[in-house]
């Protein structure tokens, strides 16, 4: 089976950055994704980490250490419209197996 | 292209009644899932398709939910008799494949129906 551990709510001020933990126990793993989801919408990918190491895409960054079964999101340069929730995913063969998520709230 | 397309985004029913849910995968995407969202559960995977064909519907929460796909373009999900306890957000996604690339991992949701079972 698979497993995965979040932070339930994460609050940060405009402009700050925040980092979204992700753990995880798996059976089969391929790689790590973060997805976005606002109120009301669909989630939407964000990265994903097929290898150990950073995943840079704009403002967004994600890593990944497999011996440590460990990811993160980096979120900088806070903006009002990152107020979302954020879930990690871990890819086996043919699916993903998502987390609970971590509402992040960004005040200004 | 227009993304995964579902119909419709809200549905209002009474406890017992059939109700189907619709999704148009991306023209090309080899797999389709469903999902189904709520506070308590999380993201759920109820079943998915590989080339129209059901690969596990383990996820499926019991015999009053069916899904089929018919053809690459079009799925159903079916719940019948509906119950309080299905009222959810049920979501549609479709991917490339499966490998350990980006291309072919990432899901593409669907819009999402929210089902209220009074």
């Known amino acids: 089976g698979q497993s995965l551990e979040q932070p339930s709510e994460v609050t940060a001020v405009e402009g700050a950055i925040v980092q979204i933990n992700c753990t995880y126990q798996t059976s089969g793993f391929y790689g790590l994704s973060w997805y976005q989801q606002h109120d009301g919408g669909a989630p939407t990918f964000l990265s994903y980490?097929?290898?150990?190491g950073l995943e840079e895409t704009g403002r967004f960054s994600s890593f990944l250490s497999r011996s440590d079964s460990y990811g993160y999101l980096l979120l900088q340069e806070l903006q009002m419209k990152d107020s979302a929730s954020y879930f990690c995913?871990?890819?086996?063969?043919?699916?993903?197996?998502f987390g609970k998520g971590t509402m992040l709230l960004v005040s200004p | 292209d227009a993304g995964v397309i579902q119909s419709p985004r809200h549905e209002v029913t009474e406890m017992g009644q059939e109700v189907t849910l619709r999704c148009k995968p991306i023209s090309g995407h080899d797999y389709l899932f469903w999902y189904r969202q709520t506070m308590m559960r999380g993201l759920e995977l109820l079943i998915y398709f590989n080339n129209n064909v059901p690969i596990d519907d383990s996820g499926m929460p019991e015999d009053r939910f069916s899904a089929k796909m018919p053809n690459a373009s079009f799925s159903t999900l079916k719940i019948q008799p509906s119950e309080p306890r299905d009222s959810a957000v049920y979501f549609c996604?479709?991917?490339?494949?499966?490998?350990?690339?980006?291309?072919?991992?990432?899901?593409?949701f669907g819009p999402g129906t929210r089902l209220t079972v009074l």
């Open positions: 980490n097929g290898l150990d």
């Open positions: 995913a871990v890819s086996g063969y043919s699916t993903l197996t």
């Open positions: 996604a479709s991917s490339f494949g499966t490998s350990g690339l980006r291309e072919t991992n990432t899901q593409y």
